[in-house]
């Protein structure tokens, strides 16, 4: 198996945090990087239920050596792309790199073809995401009560075409 390179993801999206920030597309060969952030930053060993996803897209921020967040999705149709699951660790939190992130997912997503790009977030228990998609204009397009989780569960929408601000 041939390992595969990081790829860079557009200097663009990571232009709004406020540190020094890269962000690259990573494969299945650095997933342990990615379990290791998901339990320092939820606590939590459950990602996603399964990794055998039709165009798994993964991407790990760095700052000044540090592996500092991640953001994962996949594709829910053939026109909407599913971002699963991402975070920030505490300490680098507050800097935009979740929002540089989401940016760059965005990027990545509008440049494979997919007409939306969705989201789920539990406000109570992660409001950021619910102010983040609230302030770069997203659409909530369901709500509801997950027994599950617990909590409400918001779905937000961004249709391209009308690109973040």
Known sequence: MEKQRDRSVSSDATDVAEVPL???EIGMERLDTIRRLNVEIFDDEHIIKTFDRDDLLMLLA???????????GYQLD??????????????????SIARALLYAMLN???????????????????PGMT????DE???VVR???STQYQDYRL?????????PS
Do not use: C, M
Not at 62 to 72: E, H, I, M, N
Not at 78 to 95: C, E, I, L, M
């Open 78 to 95: 053939a026109d909407t792309f599913y971002s699963a699951k991402g975070g920030v660790r505490s300490a680098y939190r507050r800097n």
């Open 131 to 134: 102010v983040l998609g609230l």
């Open 108 to 126: 990545v997503v509008e440049q494979r073809g997919y007409e939306r790009f969705v989201y789920d977030t539990f406000p109570n228990k992660h």
């Open 155 to 163: 779905r937000f929408e961004w249709t391209f075409g009308d690109s």
């Open 143 to 145: 709500a509801g009560y």
């Open 22 to 24: 890269d962000i690259v």
């Open 62 to 72: 760095r700052s000044t050596g540090s592996v500092v967040g991640f953001k994962l």
């Open 137 to 139: 204009g997203f659409e």
